[in-house]
C-alpha cells in the first residue's frame, strides 16, 4: 500500500510540473515524447520508436505526438548533419 501512495504522490508532483511550465494540454504520448526529446541530445523519431518505453505505441502515433509539438511549436526540427533522411527534434522553450 505504501508503494502505490508513493506514486500517487509522484503523479500529483509530475502533474503540478507540468501545469507549471505549462504542458498540462498535451496527451499523455505527447508529454512522453516531449519529455524524451528533451532527455535526448540529437533526437528524432526513430531513437523515439526504438526506446522501450514507446513499445506500447505505434509509428503513427508517435509520428502524430511529434506533429503536434511541431505544430505547436514547443519543438523543432531540423535536417540532421549526418544523415540527411533524419530530422533532429528539439526542444524550443
Known amino acids: 500500500m505504501k508503494?502505490?501512495?508513493?506514486?500517487?504522490e509522484l503523479r500529483r508532483s509530475l502533474d503540478t510540473y507540468e501545469r507549471d511550465m505549462g504542458f498540462d494540454q498535451l496527451s499523455e504520448v505527447e508529454k512522453s515524447v516531449l519529455e524524451f526529446i528533451?532527455?535526448?541530445?540529437?533526437?528524432?523519431?526513430?531513437a523515439?520508436?526504438?526506446?522501450?518505453?514507446f513499445a506500447k505505441y505505434s509509428l503513427s502515433t508517435i509520428k502524430r505526438a511529434v506533429g503536434v509539438?511541431?505544430?505547436?511549436?514547443?519543438?523543432?526540427?531540423?535536417?540532421s548533419n549526418a544523415d540527411r533522411r533524419a530530422m533532429v527534434l528539439a526542444y524550443n522553450r
Open 48 to 53: 523515439i520508436t526504438k526506446d522501450q518505453y
Open 69 to 79: 509539438l511541431l505544430s505547436e511549436e514547443i519543438i523543432s526540427a531540423t535536417q
Open 38 to 46: 528533451m532527455y535526448t541530445k540529437g533526437a528524432n523519431i526513430t
Open 3 to 8: 508503494a502505490l501512495e508513493k506514486l500517487f
